[in-house]
């Protein structure tokens, strides 16, 4: 052997590596690869979008392409049964079911319920929830979501996701922007397409090199699927919680909106555009229940969120445009008792979720009668 | 070590593959002595992360001073050798005045009166123990020394109350001590490296190297975190060959190296996040992902450790010594002897030499006449139960030295009687074939549920780990 072998060797290494780092930067496989999962063949599918804030606890991860966090959940397992009433539930952290196990999350509650309808289609509810505040995160996901055939649609909402400045901060619509911006366009919604977070990736970021982060994600991903399968953990829950505030600042502020709210102010056009969305797919709109204080100030708000004027105004904002657009609309905001709330104001315990499923599920029957 | 640490000596290695031999050699030593601070992490007790490299320097020099040829001494000629190796150790010291511009030792250095203090003091001794003492003496001394601090670093109890007096001297809260705070990177390999020396030195066998060949080999540092424990005489006859940088030499140190990085920070990294661990011990379901989990830790232990020995083998290969290799195909194996072949070879080595032989031949020619199978026995128990303590001394590395001692005796008394019988499958080849495979699924699995006891840190989860791995 000689040096001229070696560094022919070298050449046609170093040659492979720069046609891999091109191809993937020009045909950016990203979104194909992310719908290649072991989620749904070798593992089961998750019972909610993956988030986790501490992955090697949770055995989870979250990701930022919609394409690998649904290929993970098990409402891509496979085409809807013909017995099954399907039922998409979008929203929040409380949705989502933070601090509760996959078990306890409100889907599974309500699917714990047994229920069926009188055509003898049984209800399945999938948990679609994610825990960031903002109706166009629910929108983005509804986006996904709306291909796998729901029947019915659940939207919990609450008012701290209603504010513009909410709309387009959190990471998962900031790492979306194509999507985003097309959705803006689509349905002409007040927020900018242009909006500084979004995360514009420059030739680099595209490349195999710029892209290895979200790649390493995919397969850590992938390999906790097995540790998901092994344990049916997808969150660390500590043993203990900071509880919700009781007493609360004796501050009336609600982001910087001022008394009364109007239309104006929150983000109605995203909820609008969500209800067109779903097309013929009926849409349950649920204010969901909150922790309401009896602590210091609590004449002045209802828990560390909101105000009182604030959340009273919403409250018949909500009403009215229900009313005014034909859509259902439930309002649950105190059906469940104070302490059945744990770290926040929206989140419940696994009882009180139970609680709010029973309502949802009692709703759902009702509504889905009414429909037909 | 770090991916970054390791493409940094992999660039620096190659590079002085093209020196001359005699340069070559003083970038061994130089880059062995400062890549025993530079990848030393950081401990909680202040100044520690400095000590102990320190310590592992002085260590050396110290066994030296004991085994070395020349004898009667020459004080001088080895105060001059050693004088360079001290003078290192204080401007390493010395970066401590260099502010933020210091990246070699993971904290600040002491005060460096501190270490002139110390430098002269193992000077002094140094000399003390060439010009005066018994060396036989001294090698005792020493050996007994090593091993005491050995078992000290080992032991939780022990290292948890070093820890109490170190943070102690340096006015730190006792309460914090952790033997999680005694990170004394390399010290299990550098101290075997130096027992081996120290040992052959009580049964005659005189080293002729410099101060600087044996610190060289002492703390070779491709081979510092992970071994092999290679002999001396060897990788000092390595070290002064005159190997020069050849095609083969370069395509093969390289491709070992790349080989080992994709076994460690592809294969084994990505395996971690899967593999049994205390955590998931506890939360996984009985059955067949129990499994999954033990069978991903029993993979990434072996990609792990040969990944590390691969880049060591890669590097060594393109400074000119050819290290031992440690790990032949260990999971390919058909009977649990050849797995122990084939396993961290030099550790089992080491052991067979300096405990198994010695004390199967204490035991053959006793007063006491005993039965082949019980001295075996014996050995196999002594022996395993020390490489199960190597790592550790609680009682889950004892449980799984024991593990392996059994299956090792269980397979000698197995193959001693199976052996007339499986001639009789010479003229059948599937036969053989069947009985190969027979052999690997065994021996594989045997030592894949040995890693239970391994990985876990208490019997009682151990034992509750086994029978999620049996309820179906």
């Not at chain 1, 097309?182 to 680099?204: A, C, E, H, N």
């Not at chain 1, 744990?342 to 989140?347: L, S, V, W």
């Not at chain 2, 940088?245 to 070992?256: A, F, K, N």
């Not at chain 2, 880049?311 to 050819?322: D, H, P, S, T, Y």
């Amino acid at each position: 052997m000689s040096y001229r072998q070696v560094l022919r060797i070298l050449f046609k290494g170093f040659g492979l590596l720069a046609f891999f780092i091109l191809l993937f930067s020009y045909t950016n496989p990203l979104p194909a690869l992310g719908r290649i999962s072991i989620y749904n063949h070798i593992v089961p599918g998750r019972l909610r979008l993956p988030y986790a804030d501490d992955p090697q606890r949770a055995y989870s991860l979250s990701l930022f392409s919609l394409d690998a966090m649904f290929a993970s959940h098990q409402l891509a397992a496979g085409p809807k049964r013909a017995d099954e009433f399907r039922v998409l539930l979008i929203g929040d952290s409380a949705t989502w079911g933070f601090l509760l196990r996959p078990e306890e999350s409100l889907s599974a509650q309500m699917n714990a319920l047994g229920a069926a309808l009188p055509d003898g289609r049984r209800l399945r509810v999938y948990n679609l929830g994610y825990p960031v505040m903002s109706l166009s995160k629910d929108l983005l996901v509804l986006s996904y979501a709306m291909r796998y055939q729901p029947d019915w649609i659940v939207w919990p909402v609450t008012l701290e996701s209603f504010p513009y400045d909410k709309q387009l901060f959190p990471p998962l619509v900031q790492h979306n922007p194509a999507p985003m911006r097309d959705l803006i366009q689509r349905f002409g919604l007040k927020l900018d397409p242009r909006d500084p977070g979004f995360v514009q990736p420059t030739l680099f970021d595209q490349s195999l090199i710029g892209q290895r982060r979200p790649l390493a994600d995919l397969i850590r991903f992938q390999l906790y699927g097995i540790l998901w399968a092994a344990t049916g953990i997808d969150q660390d829950i500590p043993a203990s919680n900071p509880q919700r505030m009781e007493d609360l600042p004796n501050d009336p502020a609600f982001h910087d909106l001022r008394p009364p709210l109007e239309y104006k102010d929150l983000a109605f056009d995203v909820l609008e555009a969500g209800m067109a969305l779903a097309g013929d797919t009926p849409v349950l709109i649920v204010n969901e229940p909150m922790f309401v204080s009896q602590g210091a100030h609590s004449d002045i708000r209802y828990n560390f969120y909101y105000p009182r004027w604030a959340y009273d105004d919403y409250r018949r904002l909500l009403a009215e445009q229900s009313a005014r657009q034909g859509w259902l609309y439930l309002d649950f905001w105190d059906a469940i008792p104070s302490d059945q709330f744990t770290n926040t104001a929206i989140h419940m315990t696994p009882a009180g979720t139970r609680m709010f499923a029973r309502l949802l599920v009692q709703a759902l029957i009702d509504a889905s009668a009414h429909d037909k | 070590m770090s991916l970054f640490q390791i493409l940094i000596f992999s660039m620096l290695t190659l590079l002085a593959g093209w020196l001359r031999p005699r340069w070559r050699a003083y970038f061994v030593l130089t880059g062995s002595l400062l890549a025993v601070y530079w990848i030393q992490p950081a401990t909680p007790v202040r100044h520690l992360d400095f000590w102990f490299p320190t310590a592992s320097i002085f260590i050396t020099i110290l066994v030296w001073a004991t085994t070395c040829q020349n004898n009667p001494p020459n004080v001088r000629l080895a105060l001059k050798q050693a004088i360079p190796i001290i003078a290192i150790v204080v401007l390493v010291g010395l970066t401590r005045y260099l502010g933020t511009v210091c990246c070699l030792t993971a904290t600040r250095p002491p005060e460096i009166t501190q270490v002139i203090a110390a430098s002269l003091l193992v000077t002094i001794i140094l000399a003390i123990i060439l010009a005066r003492f018994n060396r036989s003496y001294t090698a005792l001394l020493v050996l007994v020394l090593l091993i005491a601090v050995f078992i000290c670093l080992k032991t939780e109890s022990l290292a948890k109350l070093a820890s109490a007096a170190l943070r102690r001297l340096q006015g730190q809260d006792m309460l914090l001590a952790s033997p999680l705070d005694l990170r004394w990177l390399g010290f299990s390999y550098l101290a075997f490296r130096l027992l081996h020396v120290l040992r052959d030195f009580q049964l005659g066998k005189v080293q002729g190297a410099s101060l600087g060949e044996f610190t060289s080999y002492a703390l070779f540092f491709p081979a510092l975190t992970a071994g092999p424990i290679d002999r001396s005489q060897r990788f000092i006859s390595d070290l002064r060959s005159e190997t020069r940088m050849s095609p083969e030499i370069l395509l093969d140190g390289g491709q070992r190296i790349l080989l080992g990085i994709f076994k460690k920070f592809v294969l084994a990294d990505s395996l971690a996040i899967m593999a049994l661990s205390p955590q998931n011990a506890v939360q996984t379901a009985p059955g067949i992902w129990a499994w999954v989990l033990l069978y991903a830790y029993s993979l990434r232990i072996y990609f792990d450790f040969a990944g590390y020995t691969d880049i060591a083998l890669g590097m060594g290969r393109w400074l000119g010594i050819k290290l031992p290799e440690n790990f032949t195909a260990p999971y390919f194996k058909t009977n649990l002897t050849a797995f122990w072949n084939s396993w961290h070879i030099t550790l089992a080595q080491w052991f067979r030499s300096y405990f198994f032989n010695p004390l199967t031949r204490a035991l053959r020619t006793g007063r006491i006449s005993l039965p082949v199978w019980l001295i075996i026995l014996v050995g196999q128990i002594g022996t395993m139960l020390l490489i199960g303590l190597w790592h550790g001394v609680t009682w889950n590395f004892a449980a799984w030295g024991l593990w392996h001692a059994l299956g090792l005796f269980v397979h000698n008394r197995w193959s001693d009687w199976t052996r007339p019988r499986m001639s009789s499958l010479e003229g059948y080849p599937t036969m053989r074939h069947l009985a190969n495979l027979g052999g690997w699924f065994l021996t594989f699995n045997y030592v894949t549920l040995g890693w239970v006891w391994f990985a876990l840190p208490d019997i009682g989860l151990s034992l509750a780990m086994f029978q999620k791995l049996f309820s179906f």
